[in-house]
Nanobody, 120 residues
């Protein structure tokens, strides 16, 4: 069982867009808060965005206005729409699920990650 599987990463030029998807299985998706972490070489892992079971969203200051997190409970999928990408957005992006309102540092589940590379 692999609870979370990310897809949609790739190489994009600065100013471009990508949409990441995370497919969930093996747990009650609609009851969980979902989020996206990222980690770049030499940097600590950071929480980019999260969405609660009720649909409330939060974002890191660095991505506000550019990234949008959403969820489709029927499809058991969470998305991260990334617009106006910058080279500093380059990182491995990880999907995460948690049993509380927001995703914690050590969530209940997390995926294997998908690479996002933004060229200048």
């Amino acid at each position: 069982q692999v609870p979370l599987v990310e897809s949609g990463g790739g190489l994009v030029q600065a100013g471009g867009s990508l949409r990441l998807s995370c497919a969930a299985s093996g747990f009650s998706f609609s009851w969980y808060a979902m989020g996206w972490f990222r980690q770049a070489p030499g940097k600590e892992r950071e929480l980019v965005a999260c969405i609660s079971s009720s649909g409330s969203t939060t974002y890191a200051d660095s991505v506000k206005g550019r990234f949008t997190i959403s969820r489709d409970n029927a499809k058991k999928t969470v998305y991260l729409q990334m617009n106006s990408l910058k080279p500093e957005d380059t990182a491995v992006y990880y999907c995460a699920a948690d049993t509380v309102v927001v995703v914690r540092t050590n969530p209940t589940y997390w995926g294997q990650g998908t690479q996002v590379t933004v060229s200048s």
